[in-house]
């Protein structure tokens, strides 16, 4: 796609050095926190731990390398965020799944196929938005608010297919609170989902570093 630089340079705004340090550490928390237990917890499952562990064991080396120099890694930050949620996104559903599945001893692939349903479905409409308002300036700071109602329509298509996953799950009163649990997770799953979008970001910062104003990055520094 070809952009107009006037339309994209509010969204190409780095993030100063000195919030990113408090972001990474929360992101390390995060991943660490519901990806050992998604992997770890019972019933284990071998695969999901040989699958997971080595992405986890990456994003915090990741991590740990951007906080080294901040200041000269701004940009990767951007990338680092859009991997971040994608992989944390999946980590929330698979975790949903496990609830479901193995501790709730669902045999029902429905949950299953219309949560991933949902995702790719935000996943593509999340796409198409980003890419619209990206064209048509909504990241400006003057039509910024104008793209709200896109966001707004995304966050509720989350939230409706997150309510809606409850009509194809059988439970008992007894295992409300873990059915709660699992939907409250798809739902997080499907929010950081909207973050891919950095990878995208990153791939236009990249692309437009050549005219981006030499003093932006330099200011985000002080």
């Known amino acids: 796609m070809n952009y107009q630089y006037v339309n994209i340079k509010d969204y190409l705004e ?8 408090g972001y990474l550490w929360t992101w390390i928390y995060l991943i660490d926190s519901m990806g050992i237990i998604t992997i770890i917890s019972d019933p284990f499952t071998q695969y999901l731990f040989n699958v997971l562990a080595p992405v986890i064991a990456g994003i915090n080396l990741w991590a ?17 965020v859009g991997v971040f949620c994608f992989v944390m996104s999946v980590i929330l559903m698979l975790f949903s799944f496990k609830v479901i599945y193995l501790m709730l001893l669902s045999d029902s692939p429905f949950f299953a ?13 999340g796409s198409i938005f980003h890419i619209k308002a990206l064209e048509n300036g909504y990241y400006s700071g003057k039509k910024k608010t104008k793209g709200k109602n896109g966001i707004n329509t995304i966050v509720g298509m989350a939230v409706a297919g997150t309510l809606g996953g409850l009509f194809l799950i059988d439970f008992t009163s007894e295992d409300t609170g873990l059915v709660v649990l699992a939907l409250t997770l798809l739902l997080l799953g499907y929010l950081l989902e909207l973050g891919i979008n950095n990878i995208h970001k990153y791939y236009l910062i990249k692309k437009f570093e050549n005219v981006y104003p030499s003093d932006n990055t330099k200011s985000l520094k002080k």
């Open 113 to 125: 196929l219309y949560a991933i349903a949902i995702y790719l479905a935000i996943l593509v409409g």
């Open 64 to 80: 740990f390398y951007i906080l080294l120099n901040r200041e000269k890694r701004q940009k990767q930050y951007i990338l680092f």
């Open 14 to 21: 780095l993030v100063h050095p000195r919030f990113m340090k």
